[in-house]
């Protein structure tokens, strides 16, 4: 007989699974995790800072005495995408920005550009590096070879004035004054009260007047008698022009007295007469005034004969040319080239 099926007794085949060790799930988690972050997260390329470039433009000389600053020459750099424009001041500096920056040793492409000087152009490394242009003039100024006798110049003394104060003393300022006031009376907010509001207190003062024309200096004022420990000084003020002064003071004791004292001096005004030699660098002169010069002028013998030449805004001169360049600080330096037949007497042959 054959044998009866039994649901029960026959085994269904099984599935099989696959099982992934827990350390393998991790490393596929973290994975993923590493692959979403660098798509959002991914860093950026930031430009480089501005790139600055220093230096001076000078003329060109064999004799580096002679290599004078330029002003107002045009410098242009050039990097990539990168550029920069300056001008040189009147010392012949240039501070230029290159934006956007450029990496360390990136060549750079620099003109320099004047009117009267023959143009420039140079090749730069980017590495900090102070960069010196030397320039051609145009128009190259040959010797003049005189045809009159040559006129010696020497003995040059440059003469200026400048306006100066000085004070006079005239006398001085003595006076007292009084803060009147009775001690351990209760304040009860009635204003003045001592500092802590406790007790009643009275101010005093004073104010004098100099007089016209005068000035106080180093007024100074102190309590002299009386509780002083219970006195301070309300104001001590003097006027813009110092002519007058006003004082008063504070006290919430017994009454005080305070003694000021000023002295008075008359200010007057004068030109002060100055002079100084200039530096002679061959065909030369220079030397520098101060903002307040005025009056300029230059002695020197011409020939054996003293003479004095005022030097005007135009800068006249009938010996030589000369150019002004003003500072930032409002400096002058002044330069004054001889004219055909003339000499210093230091470089007469």
């Not at 600055?52 to 002679?66: F, I, R």
């Not at 104010?207 to 000084?233: K, Y």
């Not at 007057?268 to 002079?275: A, E, G, K, N, P």
């Amino acid at each position: 007989m054959p044998e009866s099926y039994d649901p029960e007794v026959t085994q269904r085949p099984r599935r099989r699974r696959l099982v992934l060790p827990a350390s393998a799930v991790v490393v596929v988690l973290l994975g993923l995790a590493a692959t979403v972050f660098l798509k959002l997260y991914r860093p950026r390329q930031h430009p480089l800072p501005p790139s600055v470039l220093e230096g001076s433009v000078l003329k060109t000389d064999a004799d580096p005495q002679k290599q004078q600053p330029i002003a107002d020459v045009q410098v242009v750099a050039t990097s990539g995408a990168s550029t920069g424009e300056a001008k040189t001041d009147e010392i012949g500096f240039f501070h230029l920005v290159m934006r956007p920056g450029i990496a360390k040793g990136a060549p750079i492409e620099l003109r320099f550009r004047h009117p009267d000087y023959k143009p420039l152009d140079s090749e730069e490394i980017s590495h900090g590096r102070i960069l010196l242009a030397r320039l051609i003039p145009l128009h190259q100024v040959n010797p003049v070879v005189p045809t009159e006798p040559v006129v010696n110049i020497s003995n040059i003394v440059v003469r200026y004035t400048v306006r100066t104060t000085r004070t006079e003393n005239t006398g001085s300022a003595v006076k007292t004054f009084q803060v009147v006031n009775t001690g351990n009376v209760p304040c009860n907010e009635s204003i003045p009260c001592s500092p802590d509001g406790k007790w009643k207190a009275a101010i005093g003062g004073i104010s004098l007047d100099a007089g016209a024309g005068n000035q106080f200096e180093n007024a100074r004022v102190s309590c002299i008698s009386g509780p002083c420990a219970f006195t301070r000084i309300e104001s001590n003020s003097l006027s813009e022009t110092g002519r007058k002064i006003s004082i008063s003071a504070l006290g919430w004791s017994d009454t005080t007295t305070f003694l000021l004292e000023a002295e008075v001096v008359h200010p007057m005004v004068s030109d002060l007469s100055l002079h100084l030699y200039p530096v002679i660098f061959g065909q030369s002169l220079n030397f520098n005034l101060p903002p307040t010069a005025q009056g300029l002028c230059i002695q020197a013998t011409v020939n054996k004969h003293s003479v004095i030449f005022p030097i005007g805004p135009d800068l006249c001169l009938s010996w030589a040319d000369c150019t002004v360049s003003v500072g930032k600080d409002q400096t002058k330096s002044y330069r004054c080239e001889l004219k055909p037949q003339y000499q210093f007497a230091t470089t007469a042959q």
